[in-house]
């Protein structure tokens, strides 16, 4: 553990970074990626909890027409899948894991159990949080904060698409400045959109630090719980 700065981690996970170039599904290659940074951060005994979206199967806003709550538990369950395609991919490569679902399903995964949640890590098993907070409008970003909160995490590791918290959308304006460090304060201030107001806010509260960086930088996870330089830090 002395080559690492964190010993236990929340990884945060969007499901459309899950599904590659492809935009929906999962991608073979991505899971492969991700489980891989995974491992390697495992092997150095670094504690790993991880939340997963489910933008690549379905979101709650994407019911227009539906009822909010239903279109929102859809989501949930898209979470569930990407959480036993995770657990899958890392069982494969020799890690123990556990789905904990806020939502029942004792057939496929365990409830929610806070101290279950950190026996299971003190063990050294990887726990995948799914279905959100099992809430309806509340975001994944959202359950993020609130596991780590109650899980004691030190840090939560947000891995995107882009490389760190820009001043604007990099894809969109060319002129967008990428900062290596920010404050809570000014991620608000700027309305930044690194996590949503919620999640934001709950981490603030909470005095747990974010580490946004580019997931398909292979290294990056493994750089980010030495401390070393990466991607942007929120605190």
Same mark, same amino acid.
Request: glycine share 8%; hydrophobic share 45%; net charge neutral.
């Given at each position: 553990?002395?080559?690492?700065?964190?010993?236990?981690?929340?990884?945060?996970?969007?499901?459309?970074?899950?599904?590659?170039?492809?935009?929906?599904?999962?991608?073979?290659?991505?899971?492969?990626?991700?489980?891989?940074?995974?491992?390697?951060?495992?092997?150095?005994?670094?504690?790993?909890?991880?939340?997963?979206?489910?933008?690549?199967?379905?979101?709650?806003?994407?019911?227009?027409?539906?009822?909010?709550?239903?279109?929102?538990?859809?989501?949930?369950?898209?979470?569930?899948?990407?959480?036993?395609?995770?657990?899958?991919?890392?069982?494969?490569?020799?890690?123990?894991?556990?789905?904990?679902?806020?939502?029942?399903?004792?057939?496929?995964? #365990?409830?929610?159990?806070?101290? !279950? &949640?950190? %026996?299971?890590?003190?063990? @050294?098993?990887? =726990?995948?949080?799914?279905?959100?907070?099992?809430?309806?409008?509340?975001?994944?970003?959202?359950?993020?904060?609130?596991?780590?909160?109650?899980?004691?995490?030190?840090?939560?590791?947000?891995?995107?698409?882009?490389?760190?918290?820009?001043?604007?959308?990099?894809?969109?304006?060319?002129?967008?400045?990428?900062?290596?460090?920010?404050?809570?304060?000014?991620?608000?201030?700027?309305?930044?959109?690194?996590?949503?107001?919620?999640?934001?806010?709950?981490?603030?509260?909470?005095?747990?630090?974010?580490?946004?960086?580019?997931?398909? #930088?292979?290294?990056?996870?493994? !750089? &980010?719980? %030495?401390?070393?330089?990466? @991607?942007?830090? =929120?605190?």
């Amino acid at each position: 553990m002395s080559q690492t700065k964190y010993k236990r981690v929340l990884l945060k996970l969007s499901g459309e970074a899950l599904a590659g170039e492809n935009k929906t599904g999962l991608s073979v290659d991505v899971l492969e990626d991700i489980t891989n940074q995974v491992k390697e951060i495992r092997d150095l005994g670094v504690e790993v909890a991880i939340v997963v979206g489910g933008g690549n199967f379905w979101r709650g806003i994407y019911g227009q027409k539906m009822e909010r709550t239903t279109s929102d538990y859809m989501g949930m369950l898209a979470t569930t899948i990407n959480a036993l395609a995770l657990q899958d991919a890392l069982e494969a490569k020799g890690m123990f894991t556990r789905v904990q679902t806020a939502i029942e399903m004792r057939e496929i995964a #365990e409830p929610f159990i806070k101290r !279950k &949640a950190t %026996k299971h890590l003190e063990k @050294g098993r990887i =726990v995948i949080f799914a279905c959100g907070t099992g809430n309806p409008f509340f975001t994944t970003d959202t359950c993020a904060a609130l596991r780590a909160a109650e899980i004691d995490a030190e840090v939560i590791l947000v891995a995107k698409t882009i490389d760190g918290v820009y001043s604007a959308d990099p894809k969109v304006d060319p002129n967008a400045v990428k900062y290596d460090e920010i404050s809570y304060a000014d991620i608000l201030a700027k309305d930044l959109r690194v996590m949503d107001l919620t999640a934001t806010t709950l981490c603030k509260d909470n005095g747990i630090p974010l580490i946004v960086f580019a997931m398909n #930088e292979k290294g990056n996870m493994l !750089k &980010a719980v %030495k401390g070393e330089k990466v @991607g942007t830090l =929120v605190k």
